[in-house]
């Protein structure tokens, strides 16, 4: 019992910092923004009822889904190391609310075009850089004594 007691007390310790709580609710809002998107997406394309999915519709979105994690995830840590964190967080949240507003548009105007995949790849990767940064920030929010349990915590 001793041991629950004081593991519990180590999560409720990695919460008090004000900065390591904003950093959990900003990786929980880009995970299920990047959710939604996702499940919109395949309403939008393999289940409306106007469109009859085939195969090669089904593997093409499966594909642009996966994409970003293929390009993105090798070469992220590079520039995050060379960039300032906060210039990261506030430039890709832009670039978010920029191609979610030209997303929306192509869905409200029922287009399945090429610049549909783009801004979907784009949205993603972003996202994924996104993710990556806030991971990499984890150090610069709780004392070092914490630092594992946070690595194991905050991304799940």
């Not at 959710?35 to 594909?63: D, H, K």
């Amino acid at each position: 019992m001793e041991i629950m007691k004081l593991g519990g007390s180590a999560i409720v310790d990695i919460f008090r910092p004000i900065h390591a709580r904003r950093l959990v609710a900003v990786r929980i809002s880009g995970q299920a923004g990047d959710g939604f998107l996702q499940t919109a997406l395949a309403s939008f394309v393999l289940f409306s009822p106007e469109r009859a999915a085939n195969p090669g519709a089904i593997a093409l979105s499966f594909g642009i889904l996966l994409l970003p994690y293929s390009f993105i995830g090798p070469f992220a840590g590079v520039f995050i190391d060379r960039w300032s964190r906060r210039r990261i967080l506030a430039m890709a949240n832009l670039v978010r609310a920029i191609t979610m507003v030209g997303l929306a548009t192509l869905v409200y105007h029922h287009s399945e075009s090429a610049l549909l995949a783009l801004l979907v790849i784009v949205s993603l990767g972003v996202n994924r850089f996104l993710q990556a940064a806030l991971a990499a920030s984890i150090p610069h929010v709780v004392s070092s004594d914490q630092l594992v349990t946070a690595n194991a915590l905050f991304p799940t």
